[in-house]
């Protein structure tokens, strides 16, 4: 199993940055993916960005194209997911989710194709 802990959430006002990490222990020997995910109040849970193992595969909603910038450090059992220019409309919950294997995009940037979930860490944009 992975357990996933984000960190890095805060309020931030228009504009600004934020970045957000996710820390992944237990069998992180296994090549495993990890996507990130939000969730605002009375919204459904989105895909927002997803990194192979090898990080040689990512993915972004439409939504944060150039935005936002999914990274990863297998060394350090880390993953970072860089966000600027922040909207109000960014504001949500932010999970980070792993699976072992898989690289595609329909794998990666479905919520239910992941296996083991971080508890989410809060992202408040102000206008």
């Known amino acids: 199993q992975v357990q996933l802990v984000e960190s890095g959430g805060g309020l931030v006002q228009a504009g600004g940055s934020l970045r957000l990490s996710c820390a992944a222990s237990g069998r992180t020997g296994s090549s495993y993916a990890v996507g990130w995910f939000r969730q605002a109040p009375g919204k459904e849970r989105e895909f927002v960005t997803s990194?192979?193992?090898?990080?040689?595969?990512?993915y972004y909603a439409d939504s944060v194209k150039g935005q936002f910038t999914i990274s990863r450090d297998n060394a350090k059992n880390m993953v970072y997911l860089q966000m600027n220019s922040l909207k109000p409309e960014d504001t949500a919950v932010y999970y980070c989710a792993a699976r072992y294997y898989g690289s595609s995009y329909y794998l990666l940037s479905q919520s239910n194709s992941y296996d083991y979930w971080g508890q989410g860490t809060q992202v408040t944009v102000s206008s």
């Open positions: 990194i192979s193992w090898s990080g040689g595969s990512t």
